[in-house]
């Protein structure tokens, strides 16, 4: 097994231009309390934590993750997952691969067979000379646009509209993006000594999206003017605040609308919306469907 994970992943150097990834699986999951079979898989996965807590035994390491981190699994590398909060936890879960090279009917397809390995069907990673490797890193706290585009992908895997994997290639390769500047963006920011309050005003807005949250009452609250307000939020959480809390609220208002039958006024209600005309316009802005329409897709996943 140690002999293993020394040579996987495999890498390959290549410019941008030449990645290509393809989406193999994207689905939204919950799973019960419970340490769960080590595996290896052939291609690779980003395992992100919506709720509860979780952990990753990989390369003799054991990785603690608690909701809003993700964890980069590599190709060939024995790995064991755990969910760690009772009574469950929520996964959105991406396999795919760098270069499209693997051909995937199924799940089983996705996870090695120790008992009849194919040596030859291992992806390969790709790497570049601007960023480290993923895998060098495999845990990672994505940034909000990256989660949304994230969601959006298993929206568009899940449904299948015309063009899908077309919109998938582009949405995975943002994604990408997002996670290899991340380490970048977290040593630039914590020259900054407002991080502290400003990372607790983002949970607190995640807590309670509903209160009044405007561009005055935040920077207020940072001791800081308008605009250099809107310059730290956007290096941290790659919005500026009005855009943050908007998104924040759209992200409890979709988990609202699949995790609940409340009804759309009293979901426009509770994100911070009162008026439901406009909730229910600025929600098809978002999404491109209506909040009724959307609660009927979510069923899917």
């Known amino acids: 097994m140690e002999n293993v994970d020394k040579i996987y992943p495999l890498h390959r150097q290549a ?3 030449e990645w290509s990834p393809r989406i193999h699986y994207a689905q939204f999951q ?10 290896r898989l052939y291609n690779f996965e980003l395992l992100y934590v919506c709720q509860g807590e979780a952990a990753t035994r990989m390369r003799g390491q054991k990785h603690l993750l608690s909701a809003g981190q993700l964890i980069f699994l590599p190709s060939g590398v024995y790995h ?35 008992a009849a390995v194919q040596e030859d069907k291992f992806a390969t990673e790709a790497i570049s000379d601007t960023f480290p490797p993923l895998s060098s890193n495999p845990v990672y706290t994505p940034s909000l646009v990256c989660v949304q585009l994230m969601e959006q992908l298993v929206h568009e895997f899940t449904n299948r509209p015309l063009g899908y994997e077309l919109v998938c290639k582009a949405l995975m390769l943002s994604i990408l993006a997002h996670l290899l500047r991340s380490p970048l963006l977290r040593s630039n920011s914590n020259a900054s000594q407002h991080d502290w309050k400003l990372a ?19 920077a207020e609250q940072l001791d800081l003017s308008i605009d250099h307000t809107a310059k730290l939020f956007k ?14 609220r759209h992200r409890e208002a979709r988990r609202l609308l699949r995790e609940t039958n409340l009804s759309i006024e009293v979901i426009g209600e509770r994100v911070g919306y009162s008026d439901i005309h406009y909730f229910s316009r600025i929600f098809r802005r978002h999404e491109g469907i209506s909040a009724s329409e959307y609660r009927k897709f979510s069923k899917i996943l």
């Open 15 to 17: 410019p941008f231009r």
């Open 235 to 248: 290096g941290i959480a790659g919005l500026p605040p009005s855009e943050f809390v908007q998104s924040i």
């Open 200 to 218: 607790k005003l983002m949970e607190q807005i995640e807590a309670a999206p509903a209160r009044t949250w405007t561009n005055a009452a935040i």
């Open 80 to 114: 064991q997952n755990e969910v760690v909060s009772a009574p469950n936890a929520r996964f959105l879960g991406i396999h795919f691969d760098f270069f499209d090279e693997l051909d995937i009917h199924t799940e089983a397809d996705m996870i090695v067979n120790e």
């Open 30 to 39: 919950q799973l019960n309390t419970a340490v769960l079979a080590e595996r």
